[in-house]
């Protein structure tokens, strides 16, 4: 082949960062190549947000993100924001709406901002290679060497963009991790999240059961356990959708939950965050006639659950017959449902991966590793993990562009 291999910068991944990244660096001048092994570009960004895509949140801020370093993303976060993003999007004529909590969504599809991002791309200049399967990466002096099955490609910089190891069908490996370690860098231990939690024993019965039914409902993690040995100051909730599933646990407030849930740790639900469960039942009593317990909680809880929750909680009876305290011990138990999860789905459908690269050993200016010249990692192979909502695309999309300000 006649093509030439060296560039100013190579890039491993055409995610999300990856592209981002090379378009904005290919606008200042350098000369980029990006290497992936996946036969289609930007998979993730595909099959994102239900297929439109979630491309940011509005209200991004760096509380909206996990990392063992709180305060690493702000930089990055602030030099490029969600109003930066959207300036884009409206640029490329790409309709979109906000669907809820300041989540932006493209209007027809995610296809619409993955031909963004190529189409950037190509305008500066940028070498996309896919199909492309990485064997070897080595540094001479201060060149990077990466041999491929298509040849060696050398430049200067090396930026890793090859994201976390959630859908491994889809071409999620562990490629960054390994070349962190390689060089030296420290890893927080990866682990799914964003993911439906499972249940075993009488809960998953429950579940079965229940499968389908869905709430609207507030959700939180053990402080104790949820994050591993070190205490959260306070008790991390969300209050989103709820579903009930063949296998456990699912919907919005659990995929939030399952990024601050340890194993052994317990999740507290509460079934009914906006109306008081003890102030209805004893309302419904007060209106007098027979009415069974179940009955009357079914007017609260969807019938399913409340029916199901009455058989194995043993609440039976005509209402007219319960106490206050007996309603009250009731209402505790909707609003504070603790059950222990067994597990979760794991990387198979797991959205993100929390963990990753230290961010220790990088600077938050500039994504670039401190002992390694000319090494960048950006996008969700770092150790910041943003919630359910748009939060990690910003992620990738403002780490890819401090990155690029710096190559
Ligand atoms: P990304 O995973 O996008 O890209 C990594 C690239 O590296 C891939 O193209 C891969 O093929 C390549 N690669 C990996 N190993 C390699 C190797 N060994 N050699 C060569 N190439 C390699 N976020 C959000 O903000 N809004 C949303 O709506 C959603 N929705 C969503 C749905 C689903 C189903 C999932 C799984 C995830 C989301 N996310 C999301 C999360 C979001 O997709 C994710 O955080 C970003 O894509 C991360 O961008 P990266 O570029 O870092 O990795």
């Avoid at 910068?9 to 992936?36: M, W």
């Avoid at 809820?100 to 993955?114: H, N, T, V, Y």
């Avoid at 499972?198 to 429950?206: A, K, N």
């Avoid at 646990?249 to 399952?258: A, C, E, R």
Wanted: contains cysteine; proline residues 3%.
């Amino acid at each position: 082949m006649s093509e030439s291999r060296t560039y100013d910068v190579i890039t491993l991944g055409a995610g999300a960062a990856g592209l981002f990244f090379a378009a904005e660096a290919g606008r200042r001048g350098k000369r980029v190549v990006v290497i992936d092994h996946a036969k289609k570009i930007g998979e993730k960004i595909r099959i994102s947000g239900g297929g439109r895509c979630n491309f940011t949140n509005i209200h991004t801020k760096p509380e909206n993100f996990l990392s063992q370093n709180p305060k690493f993303a702000i930089s990055a976060l602030r030099g490029f924001t969600p109003q930066d993003f959207i300036g884009r999007v409206e640029k490329a004529g790409i309709a979109w709406h906000e669907k809820k909590l300041g989540q932006l969504f493209c209007d027809d599809s995610a296809q619409q901002i993955i031909d963004m991002l190529v189409d950037d791309c190509r305008a500066q200049g940028v070498v996309i290679r896919m199909e492309t399967a990485v064997e070897k990466v080595s540094r001479d002096g201060e060149i990077y060497h990466v041999s491929t099955d298509a040849g060696t490609f050398t430049a200067p910089a090396l930026v890793v963009a090859t994201g976390g190891k959630s859908i491994p069908k889809i071409g999620a490996t562990g490629l960054g991790y390994q070349l962190a370690e390689q060089f030296g860098l420290d890893i927080i231990e990866p682990r799914p999240a964003l993911v439906p939690l499972t249940f075993s024993g009488d809960v998953l019965e429950m579940t079965k059961g229940l499968a389908g039914v869905s709430v609207e409902a507030r959700v939180s993690a053990d402080p104790e356990t949820q994050f591993g040995k070190r205490k959260a100051k306070r008790r991390t909730e969300f209050s989103e959708g709820f579903l009930f599933t063949h296998r456990g646990l699912s919907g919005p407030s659990i995929l939030q939950i399952s990024s601050y849930w340890r194993e052994g740790g317990s999740v507290t639900v509460n079934l009914s965050p906006e109306k008081s469960v003890y102030d209805a039942l004893r309302q419904r009593r007060a209106a007098g006639g027979k009415v069974e317990v179940h009955t009357a909680l079914g007017e609260v809880l969807p019938k399913r659950l409340a029916t199901s929750l009455a058989a194995s909680e043993g609440w039976r009876g005509n209402l007219a017959d319960w106490s206050d305290a007996k309603i009250d011990a009731l209402a505790q138990r909707v609003h504070g449902w603790a059950v222990k999860p067994a597990g979760s789905e794991g990387y198979r459908t797991a959205e993100v991966t929390l963990g990753g690269v230290d961010t220790n050993g990088l600077n938050s200016r500039t994504m670039e590793a401190n002992s390694v010249p000319g090494l960048y990692f950006i996008g969700e192979v770092v150790d910041v993990t943003g919630w359910l909502g748009g939060y990690n695309f910003q992620w990738a999309w403002a780490s890819g562009f401090a990155a690029a300000q710096a190559v």
